[in-house]
């Protein structure tokens, strides 16, 4: 059974920054997808960046302003978002896929106040 822990979330200003953290436990071998999703009341999630293999996405709207990294234990996956927006604020969940199933973090709320 694979379980994702996140971390990280908080109310910030616009402009400033925030690091969420998850990490996956569970026996887990040659993981397919990590990377994080938002979502906001009302409206249908969204993917916020992804890493598949070598290849790293980018939602439009976050480019240039966050980052997504492996943690040295490569079940572990960072979300650095620096200059945030008041658009930014949503649930932030992990996301992983091993062997074709999708793992969903419990989610961790980001605020940015104007």
């Known amino acids: 059974q694979v379980q994702l822990v996140e971390s990280g979330g908080g109310l910030v200003q616009a402009g400033g920054s925030l690091n969420l953290s998850c990490a996956a436990s569970?026996?887990?071998?040659?993981?397919?997808?990590m990377g994080w999703y938002r979502q906001v009341p009302g409206k249908q999630r969204e993917v916020v960046a992804t890493?598949?293999?070598?290849?790293?996405n980018y939602a439009e709207p976050v480019k240039g302003r966050f980052t997504v990294s492996r943690g040295n234990a490569r079940n572990t996956v960072y979300l650095l978002m620096n200059n945030l927006k008041p658009e930014d604020t949503a649930v932030y969940y992990c996301?992983?896929?091993?062997?074709?199933?999708?793992?969903w973090g419990q989610g961790t709320q980001v605020t940015v106040s104007s």
């Open positions: 569970g026996t887990i071998f040659s993981i397919n997808v």
């Open positions: 996301y992983l896929n091993y062997r074709n199933a999708p793992y």
């Open positions: 890493m598949t293999g070598g290849s790293i």
